[in-house]
């Protein structure tokens, strides 16, 4: 580190792991893999929950040896990832990623082993056996909940035969759609001449609208053409879902999805009819950015552009030490408790961001359970937007941190509260510097962030959804063809978009081209994004009514998202219930506080411009 940089940009694994490279490394993945074989061989024989104290005694000594093992992997395979990520092209990294996965079985069999033996338990045989233990009844809900999980399952030998037919089936067709769209190229033009690029390097937010359009249609032309094979992936894969479903006997193609966010339908139907009511306020938001853009209405590839207000890039007065400080001073302005552990992760070098080659894309936060520490990956390029990624990935972090002293079983949560804590910390950055913010273009860029992030949490989720749940009720009753998921996904996007686009800005493609349909191992991937987005809206504007009480609710909600249903957790923390819409709307009126803000900023601009 040089004179002049006050914090790391690199961080500290050796405190964790000896390194990868090292004899010490290998001989600790050898004990592990010896450890977790014993123990899916125990799993094996797990006796039903009863009532003989034997099954007690035996149960609590498979746990205790169970957490022991899983907090085990979940260290060594964060250790591996985070060598991977900051080296992508190490091979012995590669080779120990391939081998971890190669352990996964193991993983899924213990896991299956104890959901069949807790499966025909009623409540009374439940509560013998917890009782029979203090450290069991205090696991309770992790017992309960993988009880519930079970019949998501088939009989056991069914259930052993379709996750052998899965990889190659509905993983398989997982892995074509990877593959196929991997290998897409798409022709643009650049200083006067026709590059390829692949679908992730072509952008819609360049200042000219031409530049946009072509890019758009370049990229829509080249995802067309995979269509076909594309529609026959998406076909199978909810084929196989809905196939389990009816074996099953479930009500209908959500009720897994529900049960994997440990959340009920009145929840989902609640949370999409405040969103529904809520769609002419961002649609004024949409319609006062085409204006902006000289546009009668938007198409598909303007929702990006920069506004015509938009300040001069000062990305490069940003230092990695401003923003660190800047994060702590805010967060500590929240809470002090957030504050000193921001400041202890960045000073612990538990975080990084060093811009240089061989790193892999993205970001990421990644816990270590059994040390009581996380690690942060990300590139920081000295701009605002890589302050608020910053800022993110402390709130995953911060979750880990409150959670640490649960057992390790409680420390797991669903997807749909898993975006909580980091949403919530971008949102605190986000006021912070809307407020610090010295002129009404600067505001009404950040503004414009905020609204875009709302226009995709609540319009283009919105239409996945109503895609996805449209085409399982079709896909129920035959096939479809590319054509046919092209029109429902107009049809989704005219209706989650409440017909905001020009007649030709519609994009009926993007079921093609958006890679979370075509996840095999999880349905319906997109509405908890929405979910965790609202949640945290929720809980800022709860926070701006608390005052000082607020932090300690804060971290009891995150506590609670470990070991309640999602509804109980926010009704114990916050008080209310998310099957109804006082919840849901408390956060939607932050996104119209930020729209009457925008619209007021924008229209005094048109007026000074005049």
């Avoid at 990084?352 to 970001?363: D, F, H, L, M, P």
């Amino acid at each position: 580190m040089g004179d002049t940089q006050k914090y790391e940009v690199t961080w500290d694994l050796d405190s964790l792991f000896p390194h990868p490279e090292t004899g010490n490394f290998q001989s600790a993945f050898d004990h592990f893999e010896t450890e977790l074989k014993q123990l899916a061989e125990q799993s094996d024989g797990l006796p039903t929950i009863g009532r003989d104290a034997d099954d007690v005694s035996q149960w609590k000594s498979f746990l205790v040896d169970y957490e022991n093992v899983h907090g085990t992997a979940i260290d060594i395979e964060a250790f591996i990832g985070c060598h991977a990520a900051a080296d992508a092209n190490n091979k012995l990294f590669l080779k120990f990623e391939a081998n971890f996965a190669a352990l996964e079985p193991l993983r899924t069999r213990i896991a299956t082993n104890i959901e069949f033996a807790l499966q025909d338990a009623n409540d009374d045989q439940m509560d013998t056996f917890v009782g029979e233990d203090d450290w069991l009844g205090q696991i309770r809900f992790y017992l309960v909940d993988s009880r519930k999980n079970s019949r998501m399952r088939l009989p056991k030998d069914q259930e052993l035969l379709a996750a052998d037919l899965a990889v190659d089936g509905i993983h398989a067709w997982g892995r074509l759609y990877d593959r196929i769209s991997g290998e897409i190229r798409v022709p643009v033009m650049e200083k006067g001449k026709i590059v390829e690029k692949s679908p992730g390097q072509v952008h819609f937010d360049s200042a000219q609208r031409s530049v946009r359009e072509n890019n758009f249609f370049a990229a829509d032309k080249a995802w067309s053409n995979v269509a076909d094979t594309c529609a026959d992936a998406l076909n199978h894969i909810a084929g196989v879902r809905l196939t389990k479903y009816r074996r099953l006997g479930l009500e209908d193609h959500l009720d897994a999805p529900l049960r994997f966010n440990r959340m009920q339908r009145q929840t989902l139907d609640a949370m999409w009819s405040a969103i529904t009511e809520a769609k002419p306020v961002l649609k004024r938001y949409l319609d006062k950015k085409a204006e902006m853009l000289g546009l009668d209405r938007l198409a598909w590839y303007d929702l990006q552009a920069p506004l015509p207000t938009a300040v001069p890039d000062k990305s490069d007065e940003l230092s990695y030490d401003d923003a660190c400080d800047l994060v702590i001073e805010t967060f500590t302005g929240f809470s002090p408790d957030l504050g000193d552990f921001a400041r202890r992760a960045i000073q612990d070098r538990w975080i990084e961001v060093e811009n240089r080659e061989g790193k892999r894309q993205g970001g990421f936060c990644t816990g270590f359970p059994t040390k009581q520490q996380s690690r942060i990956f990300m590139t920081f390029t000295n701009s605002l937007d890589s302050m608020s990624t910053l800022a993110h990935e402390l709130g995953h972090a911060y979750h880990s941190h409150v959670l640490r002293d649960q057992p390790l079983f409680l420390q797991e949560y669903p997807m749909n509260l898993a975006e909580t804590a980091s949403t919530f910390a971008e949102a605190v950055l986000g006021e912070q510097q809307l407020q610090a913010s010295d002129s009404a273009a600067a505001q009404l860029e950040i503004l414009d962030k905020m609204l875009s992030n709302a226009v995709s949490f609540l319009m283009n989720i919105h239409a996945r959804f109503l895609f996805e749940d449209n085409f399982h009720q079709e896909r129920s009753v035959a096939e479809l063809s590319a054509s046919r998921f092209s029109e429902l996904m107009l049809a989704a996007q005219k209706e989650a978009y409440s017909d905001a686009f020009a007649e030709d800005g519609w994009y009926p493609d993007f079921w093609i081209s958006k890679l979370h349909f075509y996840i095999s191992g999880l349905p319906f991937y997109n509405f908890p994004y929405t979910f965790g987005y609202l949640l945290s809206l929720g809980a800022y504007a709860v926070a701006k009514e608390s005052g000082d009480d607020f932090p300690d609710q804060y971290r009891e909600l995150l506590i609670a998202t470990g070991c309640m249903e999602t509804e109980a957790a926010i009704q114990s923390t916050l008080g209310f219930d998310l099957t109804e819409n006082t919840f849901w709307k408390k956060s939607l009126e932050v996104v119209a506080d930020r729209v009457e803000s925008f619209n007021n900023l924008a229209e005094a601009s048109q007026v000074r411009q005049h």
